[in-house]
């Protein structure tokens, strides 16, 4: 269940404002029981909420991304035994990625990944890949921040009695705290989630990994081959090859990273919402009465606001650009194993069906991890893409596919995936106006310019 689904009231629905508290990452007051919260006073509101402002020297973005992390974890650690990768699963892959990166040498021209082989806990993956999460969402739930306290401002200009302005007066300080707890909740068990289902460190087609580094989950790779009755070595192979084709493009490709990181934050500074409409609306969800029932209620009603504002043409247009760069991504890596596999590794269709399935049915779309976000391109993008760089091959050999990425302003368009061709004939038009977010990202942090992403 996401933090956001109201829960079952049952007999107790003191028992339900508890689990809304501990969802939202706030601290449950043991003497709520004894108040009278259909009638509680702006005093008594500031005695139970003072806990929740942060500390001196915490911001409520730290207390966000904390939430973030322990809510991921407590997710995983919920669904059972969560080992470290056993010394023979590190021994197989580490035999796995060995003869991946010797077959891969005829496959592209992008450089072999040198770092050691990992086997990681769903835990491990959650932690290596935090830092990227954060940056890729921080822009957007800013935003979403800045928003609501607009809006809370301009509920409070609406006009209020002296009781209703006192109350608010009291809320007022605890806005951001609540939105990033509520945020941080959602979307740490989203991350969870997408932990359970991962087989690789960049499985889900986003550079989240620091180092280049072909890292598997042997547990979540169990999962797999034992449903579909397949070998446990062939699969690992199969899957290390198609990690180091990722590994291999994200380390040599270094824009793909700040070009998503840029796409993402132009996609923020393009959210608009209206504060009075915003107001209107948070006004009408509140509870005309303080009880454990209409708070538990009040959740659902509050996650919508945060988490559905409209969106403009142009932000539709930055996430078809997003898009089709994580398409073009994953259908690169495709053509790249179809590759290898044709050659190297017999029998190796059933296992690529096992995992185009198992990619449908585990997607960030359903884990929440990116609401408003659409970072998983469909897999109807992914075969144009796929086949984009199979004729791309076809036509140029493996040095013309992979010298496209070499400059972001060369990259086709999403109506370029059908027509590799016409991509291939078409004459240069100047400067692609949305490179100029990646230059203005690269003049604000050089560093990222120049790390392996």
């Given at each position: ?140 739930i800013e935003k979403l921040s800045t928003a609501m306290a607009s809006a809370t401002a301009a509920e ?43 087989i690789a460190g960049t499985d889900v087609g986003l550079p989240l990994v620091s180092d280049p580094v ?119 890596v495709d053509d790249v194993t179809t590759q290898v596999a044709r050659r190297w590794f017999p029998g ?106």
């Amino acid at each position: 269940m996401f933090p956001f689904d109201p829960p079952d009231m049952g007999d107790d629905p003191m028992e339900a404002l508890s689990k809304f508290l501990s969802d939202m990452g706030l601290p449950e007051d043991g003497d709520i029981h004894d108040a009278n919260v259909a009638n509680v006073s702006a005093d008594l509101l500031r005695s139970m909420m003072k806990r929740f402002v942060p500390s001196p020297g915490a911001s409520s973005t730290n207390i966000m991304w904390e939430t973030v992390r322990q809510m991921s974890r407590q997710y995983v650690a919920s669904l059972g035994p969560d080992p470290v990768g056993s010394s023979r699963a590190l021994r197989q892959i580490s035999e796995a990625v060995h003869l991946g990166e010797l077959w891969m040498s005829e496959a592209t021209v992008f450089a072999p990944v040198t770092l050691t082989p990992l086997a990681w806990s769903r835990a491990d993956w959650i932690e290596a890949t935090f830092p990227a999460w954060q940056k890729m969402l921080e822009p957007v739930i800013e935003k979403l921040s800045t928003a609501m306290a607009s809006a809370t401002a301009a509920e409070a200009s609406l006009g209020f009695d002296d009781e209703m302005a006192s109350l608010h007066s009291a809320l007022q300080p605890l806005m951001s705290s609540v939105i990033s707890a509520t945020f941080g909740a959602h979307v740490g068990e989203g991350l969870g989630k997408v932990a359970t289902t991962t087989i690789a460190g960049t499985d889900v087609g986003l550079p989240l990994v620091s180092d280049p580094v072909v890292s598997l989950l042997p547990t979540n790779l169990a999962a797999i081959y034992q449903q579909d009755e397949l070998e446990e070595a062939d699969v690992i192979l199969y899957c290390s090859v198609r990690e180091i084709a990722r590994q291999r493009l994200f380390h040599d490709v270094a824009w793909i990273s700040p070009h998503i990181i840029a796409l993402v934050q132009h996609y923020a500074r393009e959210m608009t919402l209206d504060p009075e409409s915003l107001a209107v609306k948070l006004e009408n969800a509140l509870p005309e009465q303080f009880s454990a029932e209409s708070i538990v209620a009040f959740r659902a009603d509050f996650s919508s606001l945060l988490f559905t504002p409209d969106t403009t043409q142009e932000q539709q247009e930055i996430l078809q650009r997003l898009t089709t760069l994580l398409a073009l991504v994953e259908g690169w890596v495709d053509d790249v194993t179809t590759q290898v596999a044709r050659r190297w590794f017999p029998g190796w269709e059933p296992i690529a069906e096992s995992l185009r399935r198992h990619r449908a049915t585990s997607t960030l779309a359903g884990s929440g991890v990116t609401p408003m976000l659409r970072l998983n391109p469909s897999a109807k993008e992914v075969r144009q893409a796929s086949n984009f760089w199979q004729a791309i091959r076809e036509a140029k050999g493996v040095e013309g596919r992979d010298e496209i990425w070499r400059y972001p302003e060369s990259m086709p368009q999403m109506e370029d995936l059908s027509d590799a061709e016409g991509f291939l004939n078409r004459p240069s038009d100047g400067e692609d106006p949305w490179n100029d977010e990646l230059r203005k990202f690269l003049d604000q942090d050089p560093e990222m310019g120049d790390a392996p992403q």
